[in-house]
């Protein structure tokens, strides 16, 4: 069974370009989720989808960043325009369910992120 | 606040030596408690999960306790491998509905031969 996909895997662009980074979950996974790793820390939440829905999309800075995730499957997060401050790694992760033992989290590869 | 302190930062072992990784933890209330490895230039894989009334999950040479009391959990790697180069991170789930996921800023681990 595939796991998670992301691409690409790496990217670098100057600042106040735009970026995109796209998401495959595992198939049947409802939960979706976009994080962010800097260097040396712990994966920070910025959005979670249950099937095509945002439902926690606190910790997503609105005024750069956006998600989708038509039809509830695959997801794109874009960023525009770039900062120097978004350099890291982007994860995608699913999960068959929201919480519980269930809910565990299946992580894609991740994308690092350079921005100059 | 809720949040999940992992110590040490970072460890370097010995092959076939065993170690203890720590995780304390102020979340509140409590879910579920994940133990994940990150290979560098990877995403995170869930090695173990306990729940409120589970004291110990074991996964291979990883063992998993917690202390639901104290709010402590440890990982246990026993005999070492190279391959255990990674990064430990401890993750905590709120039992609040809310599904939140509180993620530790997690141990690097070195296995020297």
């Known amino acids: 069974e595939a796991g998670v996909v992301q691409s690409p895997r790496y990217k670098i662009i100057e600042k106040k370009q735009p970026v995109a980074f796209w998401c495959n979950p595992i198939s049947g996974h409802n939960t979706l989720y976009w994080y962010r790793q800097n260097l040396g820390q712990g994966p920070e939440l910025l959005i979670r989808y249950e099937n095509e829905e945002a439902v926690d999309d606190s910790q997503l800075p609105k005024d750069r960043f956006s998600a989708e995730r038509l039809k509830g499957v695959d997801s794109t997060l874009k960023i525009q325009p770039a900062e120097l401050g978004d350099s890291a790694v982007y994860l995608c992760?699913?999960?068959?369910?929201?919480?519980?033992?269930?809910?565990?989290?299946?992580f894609g590869p991740g994308t690092r992120l350079l921005v100059l | 606040k809720n949040q999940v302190e992992q110590s040490p930062q970072s460890l370097i072992i010995l092959e076939g030596k065993n170690c203890t990784l720590q995780?304390?933890?102020?979340?509140?209330?409590?879910?579920?408690l994940r133990w994940y490895k990150q290979d560098t230039g990877r995403g995170p894989v869930s090695l173990t999960i306990m729940t409120f009334s589970e004291n110990t999950k074991s996964n291979g040479r990883y063992t998993a306790t917690l202390d639901a009391d104290t709010k402590q959990s440890s990982l246990h790697i026993t005999a070492s491998q190279l391959s255990d180069s990674a990064s430990y991170i401890c993750?905590?789930?709120?039992?609040?509905?809310?599904?939140?996921?509180?993620f530790g800023t997690g141990t690097r681990l070195k296995v020297l031969a």
């Open positions: 993750v905590v789930s709120e039992g609040s509905g809310t599904y939140k996921y509180i």
């Open positions: 995780c304390n933890y102020t979340v509140s209330p409590f879910s579920n």
């Open positions: 992760a699913s999960s068959l369910v929201t919480g519980g033992p269930l809910g565990t989290q299946y």
